[in-house]
């Protein structure tokens, strides 16, 4: 699968503002996953997009895969602290996740 | 229905030994994938089985090897063991084999190599 770049790497918000994380391919995917990892727990899959420009929401969860399918990003609305956690893209590519480096946010009550 | 069941959730082995760590995947998932966490590397993928065929095999030394059972469980082997395999191991299972399937993951297994 084709590894791709996230970013930030690191996010601190207070409770209550919004939370935005950006991943980017130079190539075209064929699909994206989006995982949500808690400190000490697994990965456990959000969703998934696999057409061009698609957008699907979760609650206060938002997901967009670009209309190039290289990019994608995840925006939280008014976060909480059960938001805490990396969140990591990747392509299923036949079962291979190559995962990015994630980005972990942290949310202050 | 059970979730993806991983043993032994802690291990602590030497240098130079080796070590089996198993995977028992959700009921009627047939596809097993492994992958290695590490603070420094982050998430890297080992190999995935399907039908007891090893389908897909990330960059990992042959120290690392797997194997799948006609009940879909998985095993995963590291010989030798080095400090550098000291990690979290975790397992992941779909249903098949397709670009369109959730991975579903276990707790893992938390190795530290002494």
């Known amino acids: 699968g084709q590894q791709v770049m996230q970013i930030p790497q690191y996010q601190h918000v207070q409770e209550g503002e919004d939370f935005t994380t950006y991943c980017n391919s130079s190539?075209?995917?064929?699909?994206i996953q989006w995982y949500k990892q808690r400190p000490g727990g697994h990965p456990v899959f959000l969703i998934q997009l696999v057409k061009s420009g698609e957008v699907k929401k979760q609650k206060r969860l938002t997901f967009q895969f670009g209309e190039a399918k290289k990019n994608s990003s995840l925006h939280i609305t008014a976060t909480q602290t059960t938001d805490v956690g990396t969140y990591f893209c990747?392509?299923?590519?036949?079962?291979?996740?190559?995962f990015g480096g994630g980005t972990r946010l942290m949310v202050k009550p | 229905k059970a979730g993806v069941t991983q043993t032994p959730r802690y291990l602590i082995k030497t240098r130079g030994q080796q070590v089996t760590l198993s995977c028992s995947p959700i009921?009627?998932?047939?596809?097993v994938s492994w992958y290695q966490q590490t603070p420094g590397q982050g998430l890297q993928f080992l190999f995935e089985y399907f039908s007891e065929t090893q389908r897909n095999k990330g960059n990992f030394p042959g120290r690392f090897s797997g194997r799948q059972f006609s009940n879909s469980r998985s095993e995963m082997n590291v010989s030798t063991l080095e400090l550098g395999d000291s990690a979290l191991y975790l397992c992941?299972?779909?249903?098949?084999?397709?670009?369109?399937?959730?991975?579903?993951f276990g707790d893992g297994t938390r190795l530290s190599i002494l």
């Open positions: 190539t075209t995917l064929s699909n």
């Open positions: 992941a299972s779909s249903l098949g084999p397709g670009n369109n399937q959730p991975q579903h």
């Open positions: 009921s009627g998932h047939r596809s």
């Open positions: 990747t392509e299923n590519a036949g079962n291979m996740l190559t």
